[in-house]
């Protein structure tokens, strides 16, 4: 089983979050809500159990062929969704969405980064007049659908599914001080790894790769827990309309 989503903010193109394909055993000296039960089972448990959220919070550190991207995102099926995401180490996007209308939000850093090749008096004029401040557009906008990949949340859950799966258990850890229990596989040089939450609800809490072009970490949290995102003060969007 292979687990894929794409995120397509300005360079940033796709990630595979997750594949599985070695064979799962069980410890006979294994304890805790997961003994006894194999590694493709427990796996299906929390892609079930993710799958069946209305909200959560997800934090992505990713290193890619453009440079690291950092993310995070609280979203909801509702619609609202806010957030904040790093691209290339330099420069920061702020993102808001409530219903179909989304902010974002710019820094200088960012701004200046985009806009390498123009000309300087248009780059400072963008500057000036963007820089720090909200921008309102629709969530529909072909120029907005990049800035808000992390809040489809139905997009994002719908590689969550189970299905025909093989897993290595690993043992038991942490994530964000909550146990877990780890699973892994290795396909080539590459390494995946899942932990899946020990407590309460089995929540998929990490995914993380290693060894491949694109390593990267991606955190789950925040299961259900209501999102609200509030519409910027007037004085703070910048009207862009000619």
């Known amino acids: ?7 397509s903010v300005n360079t940033v193109c796709a990630m595979t979050l997750f594949g599985l394909a070695a064979c799962g055993t069980d410890s006979p000296k294994e304890t805790g809500p997961f003994a ?10 929390a892609l079930t159990k993710t799958n069946e959220v209305k909200s959560l919070r997800i934090g992505l550190d990713m290193t890619t062929s453009d440079g690291r991207v950092e993310a995070d995102f609280a979203t909801s099926l509702g619609g609202d969704c806010t957030g ?34 123009e000309p300087k008096a248009d780059v400072d004029a963008a500057v000036e007049l963007i820089a ?9 906008d ?21 299905g025909d799966n093989a897993a290595r ?22 390494t995946f790894t899942i932990d899946v939450s020990a407590e309460g609800a089995p929540y998929i809490l990490r995914v993380a790769s290693r060894g491949g072009e694109e390593p990267m970490t991606m955190n789950l949290s925040e299961f259900d827990v209501p999102v609200v ?3 910027p003060a007037a004085k703070d969007i910048v009207d862009l309309e000619p």
């Open 36 to 45: 006894g039960v194999s590694g493709p089972e427990v796996v299906n448990k």
């Open 1 to 7: 089983m292979r687990l894929i989503t794409r995120i």
């Open 142 to 162: 072909p120029d907005t659908e990049d800035s808000i990949e992390f809040c489809d949340l139905k997009g994002l859950l719908k590689d969550f599914e189970a």
């Open 84 to 117: 904040t995401m790093t691209m290339g180490g330099t420069g920061t996007m702020e993102v808001r969405k409530t219903g179909d209308t989304v902010y974002t939000k710019l820094d200088e850093a960012l701004l200046r980064e985009q806009s390498k090749g």
């Open 169 to 190: 258990k690993k043992g038991p850890t942490k994530v964000a001080g909550k146990p877990a229990l780890r699973l892994a596989e290795k396909e080539g040089a590459e």
């Open 132 to 140: 720090g401040r909200w921008m309102e557009s629709k969530a529909s």
């Open 229 to 231: 995102a509030e519409k």
